[in-house]
């Protein structure tokens, strides 16, 4: 793998040539803030913004979402200038003002000195609540699920996710990985007498033969068997008792 | 609409590839004046997309509807000029006449109501379109007289 040297806020590391910024920075201690990047899913980043840094290079400077960005030979990254801070506080202010429930952005936007918006906010129709629409979510269930149950539906301010024609799904298996994804929480996952409850649909949960804890959704068990051929009773207890 | 030979028999027509889907959705929204959901859910098996993906493409292109529409689509032109020039009355008399809301179809099928942001024609404005047939300078007193002698009811 070939390496790079690379420079963020004055610090120069050793880092692999094209990783994205974002990681660079965090593997090194240095905090960039970020909401719809996930470094297990390819697809991922791109959407939400907020981690915009400059990058200096070849004598020109560029604002680029840090998640996206690959290091290369003689970047320069900048995390914290006046320019970044001025440009992130724009963006968490127009995410507080679209999902103002979101603790998430809240907090985030308060550590840069945010607590007034100065749009009117949305008022959360729609079930829009907390959900930014950065795709995470769908792309988790896309490439790291691989089973598509929902996608990115409409466009422009009603952009959201959501199963085909809003109803339960045919093919979810109701594992919860685009909720446990969701930098928001916007996505709400319940789990009552054995039963979880995702995208409108009812999963029955396996009991581990053990301790009798409800771990796995019924559904993706089938999954998993039909998927890699392992054996059913592998699931009957659960990773703590296996 | 359970018969899924309707749906294939276009879906035939093309190459078995994601890029053949949008032109099938196309086709179908010509066909049925709407793209039904069994046809996504036959598009989906088929040509082996997941049906979240072609669900998407039909909320996300305006040229695709996912409810039915009616034989006729009349559209309003409220763009800035048109608004400025009597658009919302065109609108409004339309609603009333055709007893239909904006972006609804007639109990009869017979229309779809529309409205649209600028289609380009500003010195005509106000404009209405009747199945893609311009009308410009539409007075509201007359825009029924225009539909009814276009369509011939
Ligand atoms: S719970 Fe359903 S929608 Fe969410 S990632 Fe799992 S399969 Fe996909
Ligand atoms: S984390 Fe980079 S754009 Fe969202
Ligand atoms: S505003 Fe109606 S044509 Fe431009």
Known sequence: MEKVNVTIDGRTFEAVKDKCVLEVAHENGIYIPSLCYNSEVTSSG??????????????????????????????EVKTDTPLVRRIR???????????PDSEVIREMAA????????????????????????????????????VYAISMINRGADKKPATPYLKPS???????????????????????????????????????????????????????????GKDRSFFDKCPDHR | MTDVAQFDRIIERYEKTEESLLAILQDFQREFHYVPEEGIRRLSEVMEVPESKIY????????????????????????????????PLILETLERELKVKRNGTTEDGEFTLECVNCVGACAMAPVTLVDEVYHGQTRASKVMDIVKKQVGS
């Open chain 2, 56 to 87: 998407a493409m039909g909320t996300f292109y305006k040229a695709l509807s996912l409810t039915p529409r009616g034989r006729h689509t009349i559209k309003v032109c409220t763009g800035t000029a048109c608004h400025l020039k009597g658009a």
């Open chain 1, 46 to 75: 791109g959407s939400c913004r907020v981690c915009l840094v400059e990058a200096h290079q070849g004598g020109r400077m560029r604002l680029v979402t840090a998640c996206n960005y690959p290091v290369r030979k003689g970047l």
């Open chain 1, 111 to 146: 550590a840069e000195g945010l607590t007034e918006v100065r749009f009117r906010e949305d008022t959360g129709e729609n079930e829009r609540y907390k959900c930014i629409a950065c795709a995470l979510c769908t792309n988790v269930c896309a490439e790291v699920v691989g």
């Open chain 1, 170 to 228: 045919d093919v979810c298996i109701g594992c919860g990985a685009c909720a446990y994804a969701c930098p928001t929480g916007a996505i709400t996952l319940k789990e009552k007498d054995g039963v979880r409850r995702i995208w409108g649909k009812d999963f029955p949960m396996v009991r581990c033969s053990v301790c009798g804890t409800p771990y796995i959704p019924e559904a993706q068990v089938d999954w998993i068997v039909k998927r890699t």
């Open chain 1, 89 to 99: 506080r724009g963006v968490l202010e127009l995410l507080m003002a679209r999902v």
